[in-house]
Structures are given as C-alpha cells and as structure tokens.
C-alpha cells in the first residue's frame, strides 16, 4: 500500500471548516483513499473514501487532486465533538492480498477550539 | 444489532499470566481484525481472519495466537504476559471487498505489571 504523509496536529475554530490535508505521492491506480477516524479511547469510525473523484457524505467531503498524489478531507462545520485523531488510509479494494488488511498511520490529532 | 463487542473493557495482568480478549459480532462479517494500539501511536494489526477456520499474522504476532471456530467469535489469546503487552486491543470485523466497512469495538485496555 502507497504510503501517506499528514501533519501531527491541527486546530480549527468551532463552526469553522476544517481541512485535513493527505499526500500519497506513491499512490497506484487501483488504490482509494480512505478516511477513518478515531475518537479518544473509542475504536476507529469510518468517514469516507474515494478513487478520483471528489466525494460528499453526511459526515465530510473528500477532495482528490488531479494527479491523485494528494487529497484533502473537510468538515464544513466543525464541533467540538469532532476533536479527534484522522487517519487517512490508501489501499486497494477487494478480498485478497493486501486488501484484506487496513494500516493505520499516526494520524493527525484535530482539536476544535470553542 | 450490538456490532462489535469486546470484552473486557479493562484487565490488569501480572508478568507471566494468561488471558483472553473476546470479541464477537453479530453482522454476519466474515472477515475479522485484531489491532493493538499503543500510547500516542496508530493502530497495529496482531492477526486477522477471513472466515471460520482461517487465520494470518498480522504485522505483530509475537506472543498472541487467535482462533476462529464460529462466524461470530475471533478471541485473542495472550500466554505469558509480558509489560510490552501493555495496549489497547481493538477488535473490528467487515465485509469485503467494501473496506470502508470495518466496524470497530469498544477497546479492551490490558496492564501488564
């Protein structure tokens, strides 16, 4: 699986979007890009995923660049609740080989300021 | 529908004793994940199952073993506790090819002392 780079930490503003930017420089072609998250010392919930086009879920959106070497995932509104570790995750589909395990990263710790 | 359920929650083990972690779920996933995360770090899968009767090593297996004789249950054994077993031990279970649909428990939080 193609390795992803994010930053430790980030702050957003409470109401604010927050953009939590993902590169995958090594990315291949059949690879999605995955995003979970983890709430502290609850298991990993899953947000959203996506191949190459940009995505929109209840939850977030996810936006690919072109090259896919990079993607950025935004909560429009952020709360407070949504303080938490994002993890941004770039893997295969499918039922054999790599595909049937999911690596987390570190992540990037998002706290939302009230 | 309950998910995943982990039990228990939090256990402390003295070096040297035995323990198992159970896990059980009732989504009918056929495939299942054991990870272990540690203070300030990302998960790690320790084994993981693709149906009744499989089992693979994850990227840390050393000192665990796992079974899998039902759909709905995949315990994680560990023999000889050791303070390096010191986590917190998540169980997840999905439904390929779809990944996104990893559903995690709850967490069982082990001190080894």
């Known amino acids: 699986d193609a390795k992803t780079t994010q930053p430790t930490s980030m702050d957003c503003a409470e109401g604010r979007a927050a953009n939590l930017p993902c590169n995958h420089s090594?990315?291949?072609?059949?690879?999605?890009v995955y995003w979970y998250r983890q709430i502290h010392s609850q298991g990993p919930q899953y947000i959203i995923h996506g191949l190459k086009n940009n995505e929109t879920n209840e939850m977030a959106s996810l936006i690919i660049t072109e090259d896919r070497k990079s993607s950025t995932l935004i909560l429009p509104h952020a709360t407070l609740r949504d303080t938490a570790v994002y993890y941004c995750i770039v893997r295969v589909e499918g039922s054999s080989g790599s595909a049937r395990q999911l690596t987390f990263g570190s992540g990037t710790q998002l706290t939302v300021l009230p | 529908n309950a998910g995943v359920t982990q039990t228990p929650k939090f256990r402390i083990l003295k070096i040297g004793q035995s323990m198992t972690l159970q896990c059980t779920q009732d989504?009918?996933?056929?495939?299942m994940y054991w990870y272990r995360q540690d203070p300030g770090m990302g998960l790690k899968l320790i084994y993981y199952?693709?149906?009744?009767?499989?089992?693979d090593k994850g990227e840390v297996p050393n000192g665990y073993n796992v079974s899998r004789s039902t759909t709905e249950d995949f315990p994680l054994r560990l023999e000889l506790a050791a303070p390096s077993q010191t986590s917190v031990y998540f169980c997840?279970?999905?439904?390929?090819?779809?990944?996104?649909?990893?559903?995690f428990g709850s967490g069982t939080r082990l001190t080894v002392v």
């Open positions: 199952s693709v149906g009744a009767g499989i089992t």
């Open positions: 997840a279970s999905s439904f390929p090819p779809n990944n996104y649909g990893y559903t």
């Open positions: 090594t990315i291949s072609g059949n690879e999605y």
């Open positions: 989504m009918n996933h056929n495939y």
